[in-house]
């Protein structure tokens, strides 16, 4: 059999995703030798992150001792950042929230006034919890607009005015520990993923005043060559009148400018309709109300054009639909659904699940929690634990 990374940290991976529950099932599935996963599982045991509890079941000869993740070793905070508000949490180490709380912002006033209330708030949830700065691992933060994954600075977001080349984790440095900033969208779909090991290849779409897309593909994130996969918010599409419709971006016929939470608003006030803000008309068409419904139903069918190119070229497991406009729940799906099926390839479309989001409040903490319990747990990561908790243990070597 072909054998797979024996790494300390792929070997708690294992662990974590319920795929191995012992060293006698890590060595048959990544074929190392029953030294090497012993001396690194040792080496998880001594930095807490892995314990050792009950007898499982033998297939001839002594029972094997289980193994079971340790998500009690550490803490994270997750921090999801809106336009208007933030939430922030304080997880353990399988993403499970300890404390959290929410509060208004205007992400306008710029990174210093925000970030030091998301410092003020973050030292809130952790007295919560009973914690100290000592114990956190990791940060993971969740922003309305791009970000260069890899330095955790803002590139030009067009909604986050002052915020363009801030580096975000320096406003953690009371921690002392790795953090790690992304997009929401990116953020959200990792949330919406759960827990880790999945493998499956989904796309989260978030639809409010603009459209984006997080790709996960085999249960991770794609980022591409310079972290804006997925913004799909600026594909072309036709106009609904023949009358180009001019973008934010500077272009014509964007998705979001024909769809997005803006455009709906925009169409609503031309067609009289009686609401003030894109969430008042996506209440009316939750209610049920025949021309909100329509526009809605148009921004499904608009955005599902899109959505069945990219189902035929990425052949997802599973799309799921989440941000404000979202919430109209059925008439979106209904417009989405004739789009993807109408259009996209029988053999990619056949067991295809479109959904609205489940916890859409969540999913953005769920996710920034997730996103630094992942980076926390990589390779460098647990190595640094497993060396500053074990003292002279040796490094884990090859993959
Ligand atoms: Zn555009």
Redesign the pocket.
Known sequence: MASTSASASALLHHVRTGRARSRAELVALTGSSRNTVSARVDQLIAANLLEEGGRGWSTGGRPPTLLRFNSQAGCVLAVDLGVTSVDVAVTDLSAEILATVGHPIDIAEGPGPVLAEVDRLAQGVLAEAGLTPADVCAVGVGVPGPVEFSTGRPVHPPIMPGWHDHPIPSAFGRYDCPVFADNDVNVMALGEMGIAGSTEDVLVIKVGTGIGCGIVVDGQVYRGAQGSAGDI??ISVPPPHGEPVL?????EN?L??IAGGGALLRDALAAGLPVTTTRELVQLAAHGDGPALELVRNAGRTIGTVLASLVNFFNPHRIVMTGGVAQAGPPLLAGIREAVYGRSLPLAARALDISVSAAPDLSGRLGAALMAIEGFLDEDSAYQVARADAGSIEAPTAR
């Open positions: 918010g600026h973008c934010r971006c500077g272009n964007c979001e400018a």
